[in-house]
């Protein structure tokens, strides 16, 4: 075998064997992603591609450690930014550091101005949650 087909099967092979790594240090299934150190995110955009805010859907990221949430992120949405802000600020905290057993039953207050869009965040984060304890 000559030398520049040896190293571009050794490449080959480093690049396998890293891919490998990768896909060993988490578990996807589109919507929730566990990661190597145990850590679950919960993409909620197909749970909730049905939950309206007042200009449409409001996917969610939720993250769990140790069956707890540890925060909740807007993903891209149209909601209008002037009150989504007020939710993600005033609303969306609420359920970190609670076990996901409390968390699924907190009913935080919405934001005033912006109920729709606060209810659809709700929406959101009671279906993450209830994915995560059926899919852990």
Known sequence: MNKKLTNCLVTLMLVASAT????????????????????????TTELGKDVKGYR??????????????????????????KYFVRVKREMMSAWDGLKVSKAEKLNPDGVTGATMSSDAVKENVKRGL????KHK
């Open 20 to 43: 490998a790594g990768i896909n060993a240090a988490q578990k996807e299934d589109g919507t929730m992603t566990k990661m190597a150190d145990g850590t679950y995110v919960v993409n």
């Open 56 to 81: 449409g859907t409001t996917p969610l990221k939720i993250t769990i450690k140790k069956d707890k949430v540890e925060k909740i992120e807007a993903l891209k949405n149209q909601e209008t930014p």
């Open 130 to 133: 209830k994915y995560y304890k």
